[in-house]
């Protein structure tokens, strides 16, 4: 099925060596369109953009949406985490109730509520203490025996007791950190512009109320909310961008001085990057598609592919031109060979980055979108601007007083270079099906020691460690990474303000809760508990509920409790008639904004939350919230941070797992297809694959090595592995088999190695520390990703060295059979089109 596709590389060929001007002003002007793109670019940061469409998280928005929370998580609030050797002291609370004050006072902060402990303490000393002021003077008065009698008063109080840390002792009346909640009434046209995340309205209120409360007060109060994190979510992108690039800059120009040895090509080569970064970026801002953490990777990726392009394009432009050939015919042979092959390596390439389409996580389909689209965009860059460029440029140079190093290709026969990137072609002439079965057992074993490789997602992975390396903060600005806060909060309210030793898990029920059996449901689910919840004496689950806050409160008001009996029909506590009446009156009651936190207002839905063990891991926790809700006759979701951080965990092994068995398929019938059209060899494709299947293999495997997980991040690496890793053995093939219709196979594959090992060598060092970079961005995460891309390239570079070529001969044994005599030409067709003349030049035709 060989087809003459010479007619469209000629057409090429035409184009890039007889109008390299018209090419240039072409992609020139392509540029200032995407160009304007990228003043639309918009950021996403966070972890609620991989929680979309999850339903543990839409049950969890529901529940935001319709139950009041203890501490106002929702955009509108912020929390004052005050931090003391006793926060219930009498200066603690007063400087408290001092900084809600400050805040109260400011029409900027468009405060609508505030509370405390300290409130509490402040109106049970003096009911008539409705404002922050009346509570501070109450205070103020106050003994310190009054105000260890209020405290004690509210030892039982959840309203008070909810706000402070494990360790309050009610003997003692102290603690050592509390919170105090600010709600705001946002008009709407307060936005969150001013934010450096610019996701959240709350971002500049918070910043500017932890500023005043720093200007006024001495005491240790650290203000804290949605908009304090949408702000390091948004600021540690731009701070990991200004370390990654320049010094991926850095390191690519040192590497590019090396293999390019010439100031034009380096320049030349430099520019062609930038135009793919451009592009790849500017479509960005025109399809609409947010920046998030993960396209963090994308400029390095286009980096490693570009950089691979263009050594490929000036190394092999140089070999030709060694052989004597001037600038037009040596540019017509490379593009001939080249184009073919960089075809093949998009294709392969694409694919890998496209398989992640497949996955649930909006995040990674747009960066499987973007990563392709922008290869893509390297493919048009490297394959046509940059050898007509090139052209445009050596008709010039000459006349032009620019110093030149050196324009010998990389690897050469003879050269020490040379003899070591042929290790792999001497064990393929002496033992290369030792070499190929030694290869699929490393394969298998590694697969094998893989599957231990653990998946997680947390929202610490998109949010700078509580430590930033000194070498980090030692940098010039604007260098220095900014100072963080957050998960040191995070970590410190997880460590204080957690009643047990465990977590807890939520069941949202919907429903008529004013049908008999609704409480009857919801007490007998918690029977005979799951393992991984907390159990009580009675072989019951450790909940929350409005079962349990009923109870509660009949067991203090004894009115309400004989309406509960009167209402209980097999005596165990929960009222199975007139529920409605019930809920009315406890919704009259003192406790109920409490009861409002489990039952929804028009009483369609409630909020059961279970107590978790210590020692229950998030997957055994989310199992046990599943096997509760299917309890329920009604529609019940298992939900809360854990279970849907788990849910998304899973996603993120499914997608890593689905994604890759996707890119290896299409990439064996791309492969194979296309080494069927172009040369009538689709057996070609399956060698062509050997080396990736040990890179990948081996990638996977140093992930269970190194103790890295699959993440948010590092779930395209896999994918990844395939799309990157084609390069380097689609060159060494592609190059083979030209080589191979002329020569015997030895020498065949001695001058492909050498030829093209130079420049995969420039190739792979460049772009393997060029992403590797990555490891000096701020999120730990983000540099798990630099260092598994980076090794990637590396065993795929190896892999298509010492394994490719042993693969290759035992192919050649099977299709060819005589190893001693060249293969000849493709067929009839495609060896009259190789030896037309072009402009006036008979050029040899073939493929890399």
């Not at 509210?154 to 509390?178: C, H, M, Q, V």
């Not at 190929?436 to 998946?455: E, M, N, R």
């Not at 890295?708 to 799309?723: D, E, M």
């Amino acid at each position: 099925m060989a087809v003459d596709y010479q007619r469209f590389v000629d057409w090429a060929d035409d184009n890039i060596v007889n109008r390299p001007k018209k090419v240039m002003l072409a992609f020139v002007l392509v540029t200032l369109v995407f160009g304007v793109g990228l003043g639309n670019v918009s950021t996403e940061a966070g972890t609620q953009q991989f929680a979309e469409d999850v339903p543990a998280a839409d049950a969890l928005d529901r529940i935001e949406n319709e139950f009041l929370p203890v501490f106002g998580d929702d955009p509108g609030s912020t929390q004052l985490v005050q931090r003391s050797p006793n926060v219930l002291s009498k200066p603690s609370m007063l400087a408290m109730l001092r900084a809600q004050e400050a805040l109260e006072d400011r029409t900027d902060m468009y405060v609508s509520d505030t509370s405390s402990a300290a409130t509490v303490i402040a109106q049970t000393i003096d009911p008539e203490a409705t404002t922050l002021e009346a509570q501070i003077v109450a205070l103020e008065r106050a003994t310190p025996t009054e105000i260890r009698r209020a405290v004690r008063e509210n030892a039982d109080n959840p309203r008070f007791t909810g706000t402070l840390s494990n360790d309050f002792n009610r003997k003692a009346a102290s603690a050592s950190a509390t919170i105090g909640v600010v709600t705001h009434d946002l008009p709407q046209d307060v936005g969150g512009g001013t934010g450096q995340s610019g996701d959240s309205p709350m971002t500049p209120i918070q910043n500017q109320a932890q500023r005043i409360i720093d200007a006024e007060l001495s005491a240790d109060i650290t203000v804290f909310g949605s908009g304090i994190i949408a702000d390091e979510f948004g600021t540690v992108i731009t701070d990991s961008l200004l370390i990654v690039t320049p010094a991926a800059v850095l390191l690519i120009v040192g590497f590019l001085i090396v293999a390019y040895r010439d100031l034009l090509d380096l320049i030349l080569g430099v520019v062609s990057l930038l135009m793919a970064v451009v592009w790849t970026f500017g479509f960005l801002g025109l399809a609409g598609i947010p920046f998030n953490q993960i396209m963090i990777s994308v400029p390095p990726l286009l980096l490693a592919v570009g950089i691979d392009f263009g050594i490929h394009a000036i190394n092999r432009y140089r070999e030709d031109r060694a052989t004597g050939l001037d600038v037009e015919s040596a540019m017509t042979v490379t593009t001939d060979q080249l184009l073919v092959a960089f075809f093949i390596v998009t294709g392969t390439t694409v694919i890998g980055f496209l398989s992640n389409l497949s996955s649930s996580l909006p995040p990674i389909r747009d960066f499987g979108i973007v990563a392709g689209v922008g290869i893509t965009f390297t493919f048009l860059i490297f394959g046509i601007f940059l050898p007509a460029a090139k052209v445009w440029l050596d008709r010039r140079r000459d006349g032009w007083p620019i110093p030149t190093f050196s324009r010998s290709p990389l690897g050469r026969e003879g050269s020490s270079l040379g003899r070591v990137l042929s290790v792999g072609v001497f064990l393929a002439r002496k033992v290369p099906v030792a070499v190929i079965v030694l290869a699929l057992l490393f394969s298998a074993g590694a697969a094998g020691y893989a599957t231990g490789v653990d998946t997680s997602f947390s929202q610490e992975d998109f949010l700078p460690p509580e430590e930033v390396s000194p070498f980090l903060k030692s940098l010039p600005e604007p260098f220095a990474p900014s100072d963080y806060g957050v998960v040191a909060t995070l970590n410190f309210l997880e460590d204080k303000f957690t009643r047990t030793q465990g977590g807890s898990v939520t069941v949202y029920v919907e429903g008529r809760m004013e049908n008999d059996a609704a409480l009857e449901r919801i007490y007998r689910a918690g029977k005979n508990p799951p393992e991984a919840l907390v159990s009580a004496g009675d072989r019951r689950a450790e909940s929350t509920s409005i079962v349990t806050i009923i109870q509660d409160y009949a067991d203090r008001n004894p009115e309400f409790a004989e309406l509960v009996e009167r209402n209980d029909r097999n005596d165990n506590g929960v009222p199975d008639d007139n529920l409605a009446t019930i809920y009315r009156e406890l919704e009259r009651s003192p406790v109920g904004d409490r009861a409002s936190e489990y039952l929804a207002d028009d009483h369609r839905s409630v909020r059961i939350v279970y107590s978790t063990s210590a020692d229950a891991s998030d997957d055994e926790a989310t199992a046990a919230a599943r096997e509760v809700a299917d309890r329920f006759r009604a529609e019940a979701t298992a939900t809360g941070n854990t279970v849907v951080f788990q849910q998304v965990s899973d996603l993120i092994f499914e997608s890593a797992i689905t994604s890759l068995s996707i890119a290896l398929g299409a990439t064996v019938l791309f492969l194979v297809l296309v080494y069927w059209v172009l040369e009538g060899l689709p057996s070609l494709g399956i060698a062509n694959l050997v080396p990736i299947v040990v890179a990948v293999s081996a990638v996977a495997g140093t992930m269970r090595v190194l103790g890295i997980s699959f993440n948010a991040f590092t779930a395209t690496i896999l994918s990844l592995t395939i799309g990157l890793g084609i390069d380097y053995s689609v060159h060494v093939v592609h190059r083979f088999i030209d080589e191979r219709r002329e020569r015997p196979l030895v020498e065949a594959l001695e001058r492909t190695v050498i030829g093209t090992g130079g420049a995969l060598l420039g190739s792979m060092a460049t772009t393997a520390f060029g992403i590797g970079v990555l490891v000096l961005a701020v999120l730990s995460v983000l540099g798990q990703f630099g260092i598994l891309t980076a090794i990637s390239i590396v065993y795929s570079f190896l892999a298509s060295l010492l394994v490719l070529p042993s693969a290759l001969v035992a192919w050649d044994r099977v299709v060819n059979g005589d190893p001693t005599t060249a293969m000849g030409p493709r067929d009839a067709g495609a060896e009259a089109a190789a030896d037309e003349p072009l402009d006036g030049t008979n050029v040899d035709g073939g493929s890399v």
